[in-house]
């Protein structure tokens, strides 16, 4: 493969450097390297963060490839500045077999824009009565070791501490969807005073706060990894707070989305009417004084990454009425412009956080190897060049996947991901994706090269 040159960027410690990337890896970081025989990227202005990892996105296929495919949500991921992805079980078939995760994951290297993890199910069919094959899983060829049952909470708690146990035996992590269903049925947003005026069912606070409680207190009593996919509240942080502070294993996740959006969008803004189904997500938009609690967890370390719950929707599966529309929102190619938001340009993180919450810390609790490194000589070479000085108004040209349902349209974002390289070639340059066939070509001679 050809080499790569990075000219100028500027490293999350705030130094600049150039990097060469080669075979791979990154085989230099200095200044003023020799650019013979590689191709030169200027890197003025931008930032150089190790390539983005995602614990949470949702690929679709197989069985719903009308939303989106490995291959369009692959290319979304790139655009978003993501090299590696961790794919959720809620297809169809449902990635409860060692055949299934296979599949996702051999799609994922042909198509070859991200590395993508399949997460296997916890129980058959997602439906929290039988433990699925999870040892079957963690030895297939995809070396499943995120196990979740994802939109469904495991509730039963004999089946949520015997999934546990069985994890604990290979160093797994099982990502919990904290909903008490019984105090969830027919819900429709945040319970409160507005969900009351708009006429809407409620989801409580406490569906999710009573999970979490229950789940740390399993994972303790086990001694197993716990990790609660998107954390929407205050409740939620103080209890992940307290099981850190005695030492429980506990890591979580927040969205971007519920880092900015509020309930209220819900009833209309700027003039844009209500029950906007965009804004229909699991779990719901929460309040202004949640927001602010998922920010300063985020920022205290509470909360330990940042996922983008990535849920791509057909346009007759949310241009509907709000009761019958689809939750969930796609995020990939917003996610670190709305981080950059949230928490970058009101001083909370600075850019080795955003390393941190984005890259290191995902890889490191979903094992995903070969990511989440620091930019450095023998590191391997999977590097995202964003310009934080850029300001755009999100739009339908801005995303690379297959739907279009994103919170983000029409406002105005800061930043722009200009370039990804994954394995050491380019997947995003100029702003712009790398064409399939040349991706594709540029992923089997990396294999390769790693197989030499």
């Not at 199910?121 to 499943?144: C, D, F, Y």
């Not at 599966?317 to 929102?329: I, L, R």
Request: glycine share 10%.
């Amino acid at each position: 493969m050809t080499a790569h040159l990075i000219r100028g960027a500027q490293l999350v410690d705030g130094t600049r450097a150039d990097i060469r990337l080669e075979a791979r890896r990154i085989t230099a970081v200095g200044s003023g390297l020799d650019a013979a025989g590689a191709t030169v990227v200027d890197a003025d202005g931008l930032i150089a963060l190790p390539g983005l990892v995602d614990l949470h996105t949702h690929l679709r296929e197989p069985g719903f490839e009308e939303s989106e495919t490995v291959l369009t949500g692959s290319r979304a991921a790139a655009a978003g500045g993501f090299t590696a992805v961790n794919a959720m079980a809620n297809s169809s078939p449902v990635a409860d077999t060692a055949g299934v995760v296979e599949q996702v994951q051999a799609l994922g290297d042909d198509a070859g824009y991200v590395t993508v993890r399949p997460i296997g199910a916890v129980s058959q069919g997602l439906q929290g009565t039988h433990l699925s094959e999870i040892g079957a899983m963690a030895t297939s060829r995809a070396k499943v070791r995120v196990f979740s049952d994802d939109g469904s909470c495991v509730s039963d708690p004999l089946l949520m501490r015997r999934a546990l146990e069985y994890i604990k035996g290979f160093g797994g992590v099982l990502a919990q969807h904290a909903q008490e269903p019984r105090l969830t049925i027919g819900a429709q947003m945040n319970e409160g005073r507005l969900s009351s005026e708009l006429g809407l069912a409620g989801w409580p606070a406490v569906a999710e706060e009573a999970i979490i409680a229950r789940d740390v207190l399993l994972a303790d009593h086990v001694g197993a990894r716990l990790h609660v996919c998107h954390v929407s509240t205050a409740g939620s942080v103080e209890v992940i707070r307290w099981a850190k502070s005695r030492g429980i294993d506990v890591t979580a996740e927040v969205t971007p989305h519920h880092l900015v959006l509020t309930e209220d969008l819900i009833a209309g803004h700027d003039g844009a009417p209500g029950y906007d189904a965009r804004y229909k997500v699991n779990p719901p938009l929460r309040s202004r004084e949640d927001v602010d609690a998922l920010r300063a967890a985020l920022a205290d370390g509470t909360i330990d990454i940042v996922a983008t719950d990535h849920a791509p929707h057909t346009a007759e599966a949310k241009c509907c009425e709000w009761p019958a529309a689809a939750n969930g929102m796609v995020g990939l190619e917003s996610a670190l412009s709305v981080v950059q938001s949230a928490v970058v340009d009101d001083g909370r993180l600075d850019w080795a956080d955003v390393a941190r919450v984005l890259s290191e810390a995902p890889a490191r609790i979903g094992q995903v190897e070969g990511h989440g490194q620091r930019i450095a000589e023998g590191a391997p070479a999977e590097i995202t060049l964003y310009d934080p000085t850029a300001v755009r108004e999100f739009s339908v040209a801005d995303l690379a996947g297959q739907s279009q349902n994103s919170p983000y349209l029409g406002m105005r974002l800061p930043g722009r991901v200009v370039a990804t390289f994954h394995h050491g070639y380019p997947t995003l340059l100029a702003g712009e994706l790398v064409d399939a066939e040349t991706v594709a070509g540029h992923a089997r001679a990396a294999r390769a090269e790693a197989t030499a």
